[in-house]
């Protein structure tokens, strides 16, 4: 591929969408629980996030059904904190109050990550990344592992009352996105040649995928949903937006898609499109319409 046909270095994942059957329960898991803020909440519609930054968007859908467990959509949102002692807070708050979605934790190497699932089994990661420079390159994939970590002592030695007490209000963000997908191949002709990501790390069953050499904005598998086909709405994962840095970044996108045969909704701000499995993906630039 030629840097024409990948997206910007400067990529980054926007606020995912989660369509939610119980509006207020889902409220308080994001708000109490992972500690975010809710920045606002009308029209059956919350969206929470840190500081000023959306990371869920929390749509009532009271008559939808739950997905099938083998379908395709979201495995995990993953949050993105700017240190241990913020992690750590993060950490406390939803493994005190809701201490039976905690699902595991690991060293990635690139990263300290801890998993949950909240109240209608959607994963969320939680995670901070270790300094680019510590990170290691094999032949252009990164290097990334997983290695236990206990949580307790993880705790004991990062967190602070500062950090608990501001929360909400310290930075954070959506780190990376990571689906469920019925076949690696086609998610990697998609991620990777059409939309313009660059291949990471791929473990089999697995495909991890990132703009500017990041270690991964966006991962797939196949671990539950080997084969699966096109999604049909339901609960779960409703959007994932894509921030690219500038309007002619978009404009590359847009041509990239028209050529390679996907289609796509353009409103003048956001063009969208959906991925093999009907997972809807919205892409952005900061100024565009």
Do not use: C
Request: net charge negative; glycine share 12%; proline share 3%.
């Amino acid at each position: 591929m030629t840097t024409q046909d990948l997206l910007a270095a400067d990529t980054s994942m926007g606020a995912v969408t989660l369509r939610v059957a119980d509006l207020d329960r889902m409220i308080g898991y994001y708000r109490d629980g992972v500690r975010l803020s809710l920045l606002s909440n009308e029209g059956g519609v919350a969206v929470l996030g840190r500081g000023t930054t959306p990371i869920v968007i929390l749509e009532h859908a009271p008559s939808m059904q739950h997905a099938g467990p083998h379908d395709a959509g979201l495995f995990h949102t993953a949050i993105l904190f700017d240190t241990k002692a913020d992690l750590a807070a993060a950490l406390y708050s939803v493994a005190t109050r809701y201490p039976q979605t905690f699902t595991g934790s690991a060293d990635h190497l690139v990263s300290n990550a801890f998993y949950f699932s909240d109240p209608e089994g959607n994963g969320v990661e939680l995670y901070w990344d270790r300094d680019r420079t510590e990170w290691s390159w094999t032949h252009g994939m990164v290097d990334m592992a997983t290695i236990s970590v206990d949580p307790n002592a993880f705790l004991q030695e990062h967190l602070t009352q500062d950090a608990l007490d501001g929360a909400a209000a310290r930075p954070g963000r959506v780190g990376h996105v990571h689906l469920s997908v019925g076949d690696v191949a086609t998610a990697e002709e998609f991620y990777v040649d059409r939309l313009g990501f660059a291949t990471t790390a791929g473990w089999g069953e697995a495909l991890f995928v990132s703009a500017g050499g990041y270690h991964h904005h966006m991962a797939m598998n196949t671990w539950n949903s080997r084969g699966a086909g096109r999604r049909q709405l339901a609960l779960g994962l409703g959007l994932v937006r894509i921030e690219v840095p500038g309007a002619d970044d978009l404009g590359a996108l847009v041509e990239r898609m028209h050529d390679s045969g996907v289609r796509s909704a353009d409103d003048g701000r956001t063009v969208a499109f959906e991925d093999p499995w009907a997972n809807r993906i919205e892409v952005t630039a900061p100024g565009r319409g």
